[in-house]
């Protein structure tokens, strides 16, 4: 480093910041803050850049910070020569004042440069801009950081000010802030923001740091005199690394799995995947340096389903609930502690008496909802509006009742048809209940546990649990043909009602996630490959709104095909497949039910790698567009009317291998089908080199046509071989 060039570090120090924003806090206002300096000639293009951020502070490192920025050469076109000097080559007032703006005088005209600008000549003056001084950079580039900062609320509070200066002075930020820390290596750099001074110093932890203030000698010395002197981690990935480890080698200690914790990874790999979870990082964000301890419930609550004790702890608590071997709840669970008192048991006494009530509450809801069967709710559903033009939630209820019957016949039969409707009758019970009042993130995992206490069939039960699979990409598929069949019904009338009413996602904006309701319906009739075709499905709901003010079919229909397209061919291009595969099969017009789309590319992939691939879609490109062009296309091909040799190769071709591959297509054996196809290569390419289609004779045009129509027709069945074509 040469003499003016040194590391920076750059603090605000302001009161508890929003957990759940803090991540993007600290990276943004180092992001930006470094490419400002970048951007002024302050630090290399390449300098490494580290963010910190704790609950009370957001800072940055930047590797190479210069004192001053390089004065730069900087050539100004000012005008046209024929604009800016008269016949006489002096200058004229519009010259003279375009200088007087950049600050030159006319002694400056002299020096001006005559450069061809297109086609006419140009004036330009050339002068040197003095770098920025670290100085006017930062704060350029703190003022900035600041600005561009994504709060998700702005604070308005008032400056403390000298007692001699009248009024108040009001700063917006996302916290009130208390300090300001800016050092070019051991120097204080002189800026300013939020009415704070930049120092030296900032705080530690807010009961634990051994002096106050901190006082930091070196920008390089930041983290680690934070962590001696102020008991603060001040990286919010270390502090977050620090504290899972903690976790994992509490839970190991008592026998236990942390909950958040993924099974069946291995330790390198549970870490990795636990840094990157909600509760993790929303804890990072609330204390400053982490400290892990181990707390106890009543067993008695164990009764509750787990579901309900793990939200309560991990939502309202901010716990770490604890496994046993089986996999089940266990009555421990792990707290992390701001402070680390020498004699825990206060802690751990205060947070056992605090969890007690949140438990006490879910037991109390899940006793009292048990004692009113889902049955005897169902009439409650027909007070609960669920969307203005679409009636309340009893009536969704009846459609999703007729929908999920029609289904279930489809695919099952009359048994499978009933134990579905009376799943759909039940499903959206537990929305009454008290438990799902208090937690909603509950809906239809009570609706199975007051089922199967009301005794009802196993397959019913499990359908009204999983009836809202898969909720997010990855999420697992209902349990069972009833459960698959509700699923299906309830979100195609959210689909079908939500685009019949003209209520379409736009954007980013989709309150009623019909875009994830598209990829449910999708994965389900692929991934369980369902024998029904999806707009028979869509029939199917589109029935169900008897009485409801829908657009015509047809025209709900055309909306619903590219949406529902769209989310297909994402999620196959997202699991791997080429994008010119999985058009080409979406481009043929035979798919009766998205079940064959994984066959249908398989095929298409084999056919892609034979060498004869390329020739052949090439040729089918062609032959579409012949066949565009032309209305005779139509009609049996005559073998009398066959006069050139390679035309008549290629019928004698199609005539022997044409059968063949309907057979393999009618079998389903589409990989084979489309092999049995490579074998026209040669033919097709004799054709267009010995056969002019296009002839003057019409009769010969007509059944050159026709030859190509049937051709076009074989070859197209599986997929559209044209779009594979370059």
Not at 324 to 347: C, E, H, M, T, Y
Not at 565 to 584: F, K, T, Y
Not at 655 to 666: F, R, W
Request: aromatic share 6%; glycine share 6%; charged share 20%.
């Amino acid at each position: 480093m040469s003499m003016n060039t040194h590391n920076l570090l750059v603090e605000l120090f302001v009161e508890e910041l929003p957990p759940k924003a803090l991540k993007k806090l600290g990276l943004a206002f180092a992001t930006v803050l470094a490419d400002s300096l970048k951007a002024q000639g302050l630090a290399a293009a390449d300098a490494a850049v580290t963010d910190y951020a704790s609950p009370r502070r957001l800072a940055v490192h930047v590797a190479g910070a210069r004192a001053q920025a390089t004065d730069k050469a900087v050539s100004q076109k000012l005008m046209p020569v024929a604009v800016g000097l008269d016949a006489s080559g002096q200058a004229t007032p519009a010259l003279l004042k375009k200088l007087q703006a950049l600050g030159a005088g006319p002694e400056a005209i002299a020096g001006l440069q005559k450069r061809m600008d297109g086609k006419a000549e140009a004036l330009y003056f050339d002068s040197t801009v003095r770098g920025a001084s670290l100085a006017e950079g930062l704060q350029k580039a703190l003022l900035d950081a600041i600005t561009k900062l994504p709060i998700p609320k702005v604070m308005s509070y008032q400056l403390e000010r000298d007692c001699e200066l009248p009024g108040w002075s009001t700063v917006s930020f996302v916290r009130p802030a208390h300090g300001l820390l800016a050092l070019h290596g051991s120097a204080v750099v002189p800026v300013q923001a939020l009415g704070l001074q930049a120092g030296n110093s900032t705080q530690g932890h807010r009961f634990e740091a051994a002096v106050s203030p901190v006082v930091i000698a070196h920008a390089d010395d930041y983290a680690a005199t934070l962590a001696r002197d102020g008991a603060v981690i001040a990286s919010f990935d270390e502090r977050s690394r620090a504290m899972v480890q903690a976790l994992r080698s509490a839970a190991k200690r008592l026998g236990r799995r942390l909950e958040v914790e993924p099974a069946l990874l291995t330790d390198a790999q549970a870490e990795e995947a636990l840094l990157q979870n909600a509760l993790v990082q929303e804890v990072t964000a609330l204390v400053e340096r982490p400290t892990v301890m181990a707390c106890n419930f009543d067993e008695v609550f164990l009764q509750v389903p787990q579901e309900c004790l793990i939200l309560t702890m991990k939502a309202n608590q901010k716990y770490f609930p604890l496994l046993d071997a089986d996999g089940k709840l266990s009555n421990q669970f792990l707290i992390v502690s701001n402070i680390n008192p020498q004699d825990p048991r206060f802690v751990i006494g205060g947070n056992e008496r605090v969890v007690r009530p949140r438990l006490a509450d879910a037991k109390f809801f899940f006793d009292q909802d048990r004692k009113r069967s889902l049955e005897s709710r169902v009439e409650g559903l027909s007070k609960v509006v669920y969307h203005n033009q679409l009636g309340t939630q009893g009536e969704r209820m009846e459609r999703v009742c007729k929908i999920a019957s029609a289904i279930g016949l489809q695919l099952g039969g009359f048994a499978l048809a009933e134990k579905a409707k009376l799943a759909a009758r039940l499903a959206k019970t537990d929305l009454l209940t008290d438990m799902v009042g208090e937690f909603p993130e509950l809906q239809g995992i009570m609706g199975g546990y007051y089922a199967r206490h009301d005794g009802l069939f196993a397959e019913v039960a499990d359908a009204i649990e999983d009836h809202y699979k898969p909720r997010f990409a990855g999420d697992s598929l209902p349990r069972s043909d009833v459960g698959l069949v509700v699923a299906l019904a309830d979100k195609l009338e959210t689909l079908v009602g939500m685009f019949g009413i003209g209520n379409l996602p736009t954007g980013d904006k989709d309150p009623f996630a019909l875009r994830r309701q598209a990829l449910g319906v999708i994965r389900m009739v692929m991934d369980k490959s369902l024998r029904v075709g999806v707009y028979q499905l869509i029939r199917f709901a589109y029935d169900a709104f008897e009485g409801v003010a829908l657009e015509p079919y047809e025209a709900l229909k055309e909306k619903l095909r590219p949406f529902f397209q769209e989310r297909v061919v994402g999620l196959l291009e997202a699991e791997g497949n080429p994008s010119d595969i999985v058009i080409a099969v979406f481009s043929s017009p035979t798919i009766e039910s998205w079940s064959e789309i994984p066959q249908r590319l398989s095929a298409v992939a084999a056919f892609k790698a034979l060498p004869e691939s390329a020739a052949l879609a090439a040729a089918n490109k062609r032959i579409g567009n012949i066949l565009k062009k032309s209305d005779a296309a139509q009609g049996q091909v005559n073998a009398a009317l066959l006069h050139e040799a390679a035309e008549q190769a290629l019928f004698a071709a199609m005539q022997s291998i044409v059968p063949q591959a309907d057979a393999l297509y009618g079998a389903k054996d589409y990989t084979a089908s489309l092999q049995a196809l490579a074998a026209l290569r040669a033919p097709v390419d004799a054709f267009f080199d010995g056969v002019m289609v296009n002839a003057d004779d019409p009769a010969l045009k007509a059944n050159r046509l026709a030859l190509l129509q049937q051709l076009h027709s074989a070859m197209n069945r599986v997929a559209d071989l044209s779009k594979l074509a370059a």
